[in-house]
C-alpha cells in the first residue's frame, strides 16, 4: 500500500538564513523527529522553533507559500527550505553533525546511524494516526473522519481566498494589457522570496506590492493548484478510513512492525 504520508521535499530559495528556523505541531511524531534531530545537531544553538496550529494556521495563504503541501514539519536553513522529517534529519546528519555523531562514525557505527535513519523513512506517521483513530473510535472518542471534515472546511474556505486573489490579479492584469504596458520576462516571473514570505500576516494577505499583474495571477494560481491538491489528498485520506479494506489493515500491522524494528535499532545505537 502506497504511503499516506505524503513526501516533501528540498527547495532552494534566494535569501540565504543564518539561524535556522523549524515550524511543527508538537503532537506530530514526525515533527517531533525533526525537532530532535535539530536539537541534536550543531545547528541547534542558534535555531528557532515555531509552534504551528495544524487545523488553522498551516493552512493559511502565508504558510501554503513557504510549503504548498502545507504539512510539518518545514526547517528553513541556509538557502533551502526542506519540508521532510527524513530529509531533514539527513541533511543535519551531512551538514550540521554533532560531536555525538561524529564520534559514532569515528568508532565505526556510522553504518548502524545509517540503516537507523533508512528505517524511520520508512515508517508512515498517517497509518499510526489512522491505527489511534481506530482504538479511539472504538472507545467512542472523535474520529478521524470528523478531523477530516473540519480539515476541509478549513481548506476549501482558504482555497476560496486564493481564488479571489486569482480573481483580483485577472482582473489588474487584464487593464494592464489594455494600458499597453510592457513588462520585461523577469518581471513576469514570480519572485521565489515572496513565495518564502514570513508568516507574521493574515492568512487573507495580499501581494508584495512589487509583484506585477502578471507575476499576481501567476502566484494566485499556484495557490489555487496547491488548495485543490490538499482538498483531494485529505477527501482521499477520509475515503480511505470509510473503508476498512484488508489492505489498510495490513498496511497498519507491517507500519507497526517497523516502529518495533525502530526501537530495536534506537537501543543498538544506544
Known amino acids: 500500500m502506497q504511503k499516506l504520508e505524503p513526501q516533501g521535499c528540498i527547495r532552494e530559495v ?4 543564518r539561524n535556522p528556523r523549524l515550524w511543527i505541531f508538537p503532537p506530530s511524531l514526525s515533527s517531533g523527529k525533526a525537532h530532535m534531530c535539530l536539537r541534536l545537531s550543531s545547528a541547534w544553538p542558534f535555531a528557532e522553533v515555531r509552534i504551528v496550529d495544524v487545523y488553522g494556521e498551516h493552512y493559511s495563504l502565508d504558510f501554503c507559500r513557504l ?13 533551502k527550505v526542506i519540508t521532510d522529517s527524513s530529509m531533514i534529519a539527513e541533511f543535519l546528519g551531512r551538514s550540521y553533525a554533532s560531536d555525538g555523531d561524529c564520534k559514532a562514525i569515528y568508532a565505526g557505527r556510522g553504518q548502524i546511524m545509517s540503516h537507523f535513519v533508512s528505517l ?7 497509518l499510526h494516526i489512522c491505527e489511534g483513530t481506530r482504538s479511539q473510535s472504538c472507545a ?15 481548506l476549501r474556505q ?8 486569482s480573481m483580483e490579479a485577472s482582473e489588474d492584469s487584464a487593464d494592464g494589457e489594455d494600458d499597453g504596458e510592457e513588462r520585461q520576462s523577469d518581471e513576469d516571473e514570480v519572485p521565489p522570496c515572496v513565495q518564502d514570505a514570513c508568516l507574521g500576516t493574515s492568512s487573507s494577505s495580499r501581494f508584495a506590492p512589487r509583484l506585477t499583474p502578471r507575476a499576481q495571477k501567476a ?16 477527501q482521499r485520506l477520509d475515503d480511505i478510513l470509510g473503508n476498512a479494506s484488508d489492505s489498510l489493515r495490513h498496511a497498519i500491522k507491517s507500519n507497526r512492525k517497523v516502529l518495533d524494528r525502530i526501537w530495536m535499532a534506537a537501543e543498538e545505537l544506544l
Open 67 to 79: 510549503n504548498p503541501a502545507m504539512t510539518v514539519p518545514v526547517l528553513e536553513i541556509e538557502d
Open 120 to 126: 524511520v523513512a520508512q515508517w508512515d506517521e498517517m
Open 140 to 154: 467512542g472518542g472523535p474520529s478521524k473522519r470528523s478531523l477530516n471534515r473540519l480539515r476541509l472546511a478549513r
Open 14 to 17: 534566494p535569501e540565504f538564513r
Open 158 to 165: 482558504r482555497y476560496l481566498e486564493a481564488y479571489e486573489l
Open 219 to 234: 502566484e494566485a494560481t499556484k495557490l489555487c493548484d496547491a488548495y485543490l491538491s490538499k482538498i483531494a489528498a485529505v
